[in-house]
């Protein structure tokens, strides 16, 4: 599975200074014939292939077409902002956010504020597993509006707030006359990354609606929605239809997103259909949050629950407010994980303003310097790469197959070696290869992030791949790893179906199956 990642805004370009190492011949003769039959199918008559393997221990470039020539990375492209974020925090660090008491106390009672301190933690313990770890299904909750088969986490997506409540009833505060407020001056959203990120964020920053099949034709559809926060509320017109009938639900919000409608039908004896809905201000949605979990553990506070967020009651320092709660998360390789198992967008964007942050920047643009520096010390030619956001969905953004090698290099030199290539998606076993090649040879030793750029060609009524690409690690040898690329831009379905994009995924990861297969025997 894949995640379709449509062209949007234009943003920033990074420019170069490294030398471009000089263009490898291609090698048709060489490749495998069943890569070359591949190649030859009709939906990629007009489409042009970049493939390139490196030996890790001699360095020798073993296959090596348009190794040179720009190709959009789709999510590929996340390997290069998860990096630089991996290597600007590190990646043990965790993210520790506070809840400070403004006011005065008089025994139990705050005369004053709780103020929660947005840190860019991008779970806020929505995914953590009882042994730390950050959990995530095949198909992400957050594509659930298009691609079939998205799942939930069995964790409650306000795990963390709640944790954060239960801390300020045991610090002996039972009253709060006074206000919640989010500070989320950490940094300025920019609409130019797409997903927006936000310095605070619960459950992705959406609203997720799972609808199951009636007790049979004509029932109305079940509705378990999560989380459940005022005054979101939401309505399904949604019917079962008789089994083997089409499934089709859509969802509607109103301006400010608090108000969701469903429609449409899901046949009888299905099973359960996910859909999202926007949180459009995640700032106000967290307060409303913080107010009613503070509630359930025993805290009365006296403002309004549904309001907006009231910042300008945010003091200008903490200094002398005491810190009455705090949320530390999971280390940040396990978002990383998350990010580049399952193609995470928001987490992917979010790299970006937290590179500028640890420059002491409110600007995410300001993360971009801290990447291209980054870039530079990883020796990754930066002028064979370009890139506008965090995600690989920036019209702008291209890499050639060699800059993706000379990065993945750079991490075989790290202690975070192993870490890094594991947090891939594991051909045939998790994140977006878990449903390719499951019975092939080479299940579990192709390590990739796989990406996706496909929409809708209305001239010919077919979806056009934009790319389809894959660029990781092919296991050859007992503790040898060979880096690797293989993509392809310019392909066509025959249809409209998303089955056809799906196709074309999975000869990108026969295509890597194969040079794995033909690089020596794995030892396990």
Not at 225 to 248: E, M, N
Not at 374 to 390: H, I, P, S, T, W
Not at 430 to 447: I, Q, Y
């Amino acid at each position: 599975m894949r995640a379709l990642a449509l062209l949007v805004a234009v943003g920033a370009v990074l420019a170069g200074l490294v030398q471009a190492t000089p263009p490898t011949p291609t090698d048709h003769e060489t490749l495998d014939p069943r890569i070359t039959a591949v190649l030859r199918k009709p939906a990629y008559r007009h489409a042009e292939w970049g493939l390139f393997q490196q030996d890790e221990q001699t360095g020798k470039v073993t296959r090596s077409r348009n190794a040179d020539q720009f190709f959009i990375p789709g999510s590929t492209a996340k390997l290069f902002g998860v990096s630089g974020t991996w290597h600007t925090l590190g990646g043990d660090h965790r993210f520790v956010t506070p809840i400070h008491a403004v006011g005065k106390r008089r025994n139990a009672t705050l005369q004053g504020d709780l103020d929660l301190v947005a840190q860019g933690d991008l779970t806020l313990g929505g995914r953590t597993r009882k042994n730390g770890t950050v959990a995530f299904t095949t198909i992400d909750h957050t594509y659930a509006n298009d691609l079939p088969g998205a799942t939930l986490t069995p964790q409650n997506p306000l795990a963390g707030v709640d944790q954060l409540a239960r801390q300020v009833r045991a610090a002996g505060i039972r009253r709060v006359e006074g206000d919640v407020v989010v500070d989320a001056r950490l940094f300025r959203p920019d609409p130019t990354l797409d997903p927006t990120p936000t310095p605070l964020i619960i459950n992705d920053n959406v609203i997720d609606l799972l609808t199951s099949p009636g007790s049979g034709a004509g029932a109305p559809a079940g509705l378990e929605v999560r989380p459940k926060v005022a005054p979101y509320r939401v309505t399904s017109a949604v019917r079962t239809v008789a089994a083997g009938k089409p499934t089709d639900i859509a969802v509607k919000g109103s301006a400010d997103g608090t108000r969701i409608q469903l429609s449409g039908t899901i046949a009888a004896g299905s099973a359960p259909v996910l859909r999202v809905s926007p949180v459009k201000n995640p700032n106000a949605f967290g307060r409303t949050a913080m107010i009613e979990a503070l509630k359930r553990a025993g805290v009365e506070v006296t403002a309004p629950a549904v309001g907006p967020n009231p910042t300008t009651r945010l003091p200008r320092s903490y200094q002398g407010a005491p810190t009455v709660a705090r949320y530390t998360s999971p280390p940040y390789a396990e978002y990383a994980e998350l990010i580049l198992k399952v193609s995470h967008n928001l987490g992917a964007n979010l790299g970006i303003c937290l590179m500028a942050v640890s420059r002491g920047k409110t600007d995410c643009q300001d993360g971009f310097p801290v990447l291209a520096a980054f870039l530079d010390g990883a020796k990754v030619d930066r002028r064979a790469v370009q890139l506008a956001d965090g995600r690989g969905g920036s019209p702008v953004d291209r890499t050639t197959p060699r800059a993706v090698a000379q990065l993945l290099t750079y991490w075989q030199r790290t202690a975070d070696a192993e870490r890094f290539r594991t947090s891939l998606p594991i051909l045939g076993v998790d994140g977006t290869l878990a449903d390719s090649c499951r019975d092939c040879p080479s299940r579990g030793k192709v390590f990739a992030k796989t990406g996706t750029v496909a929409g809708g060609d209305a001239l010919n009524d077919r979806l056009a791949v934009g790319a389809e690409t894959a660029a990781g690690y092919l296991e050859t040898g007992k503790d040898r790893f060979d880096v690797f690329f293989a993509g392809v831009n310019g392909a066509s379905t025959a249809g409209a179906n998303i089955g056809g994009v799906l196709a074309i995924a999975n000869d990108v990861a026969d295509v890597a199956a194969y040079l794995q297969q033909t690089s020596g025997p794995a030892e396990r």
